[in-house]
């Protein structure tokens, strides 16, 4: 799949939003990936999740680790692709773990699906949670679709400077909107 068409899925579904978003890494811009609107249409999550699992096979990952909410929907359909077990980490007192007894097995390889990654805070942190190293750098990397987004912090946001509504659409502070 080209990343034209996993733009276009964005595209068609309405998941590609326009306007004034607060990021989870509290950054702000001006476009945002709703990746739950691609991912409730089953035939269009299930392309996607086969898309980057044929990016991910040379690696030979045993098990696919995604963090919730984001990550569980292209995380178990990237494992569908690999035919491998999808797990996910989930949020306990604002720190990820491994709950409802998942658990790695000695040795096994481990793909982290994302559904969007900005700044990579929540890889680095279900790493952390797998016991793995924290720091990224010379992991392999592999994106269905890189857009350049310029993010912005508050303090020097144009679109909070020219008054535009802000928007909180990420899952990491849905306790906090409760």
């Not at 990021?23 to 811009?29: D, K, T, Y």
């Not at 007192?93 to 900005?118: H, N, S, Y």
């Amino acid at each position: 799949m080209t990343p034209e068409e996993v733009r276009r899925h964005f595209e068609e579904t309405g998941a590609l939003l326009t306007g004034h978003f607060r990021l989870s890494s509290g950054l702000h811009a001006d476009r945002y990936l709703q990746c739950a609107k691609v991912l409730q249409y089953p035939d269009r999550a299930g392309a996607l999740g086969a898309a980057l699992a044929a990016q991910l096979a040379p690696f030979g990952p045993g098990i696919v680790v995604s963090p919730a909410m984001g990550g569980v929907v292209i995380g178990h359909e990237t494992a569908r692709g690999l035919s491998v077990r999808a797990i996910f980490t989930e949020r306990v007192d604002g720190i990820f773990a491994l709950r409802r007894g998942f658990a790695l097995e000695e040795g096994e390889r481990v793909a982290v699906i994302e559904d969007v990654v900005t700044t990579g805070k929540s890889t680095r942190e279900v790493l952390e949670v797998l016991g793995k190293a924290t720091d990224v750098d010379g992991v392999p990397f592999r994106a269905l679709l890189a857009l350049e987004v310029p993010a912005w912090e508050a303090g020097v946001c144009p679109l909070c400077a020219a008054g535009e509504p802000l928007v909180a659409p990420g899952s990491r502070h849905l306790a906090a909107k409760a």
